[in-house]
Nanobody
Framework: QVQLVESGGGLVQAGDSLRLSCAASQRTFSRLAMGWFRQAPGAERVFVAAITWTGSSAYYTDSVKGRFTISRDNAKNTVYLQMDNLKPEDTAVYYC???????????????WGKGTQVTVAA
């Protein structure tokens, strides 16, 4: 079982940037698709972004395209989510997730982190 630990959340103003990190415990991290989900208060957890195990392809939900960038460093077993031009509607708990393939990750991740809170003030 992969252990995922998120960090980098916080309270920011609208228009600010944050970078989330997710460190994975498993040596086979480089063979796993990685992604981010978020859950706003009173809402369901939804997909935000995913990256293939090679890092060659990335996928985003429409609401974050052009503002968020997912990347990974396989040497550090870490995936990142750079969030620019943050909006109050981005406020949520952000969860790191993994699966063997990005198509599975989007719909049914195998493992979840515990989440990190991102709050964007207007």
């Amino acid at each position: 079982q992969v252990q995922l630990v998120e960090s980098g959340g916080g309270l920011v103003q609208a228009g600010d940037s944050l970078r989330l990190s997710c460190a994975a415990s498993q040596r086979t991290f480089s063979r796993l698709a990685m992604g981010w989900f978020r859950q706003a208060p009173g809402a369901e957890r939804v997909f935000v972004a995913a990256i293939t195990w090679t890092g060659s392809s990335a996928y985003y939900t429409d609401s974050v395209k052009g503002r968020f960038t997912i990347s990974r460093d396989n040497a550090k077993n870490t995936v990142y989510l750079q969030m620019d031009n943050l909006k109050p509607e981005d406020t949520a708990v952000y969860y790191c997730a993994t699966a063997g393939h990005h198509t599975k990750l989007v719909n049914a991740p195998d493992c979840w982190g515990k989440g990190t809170q991102v709050t964007v003030a207007a």
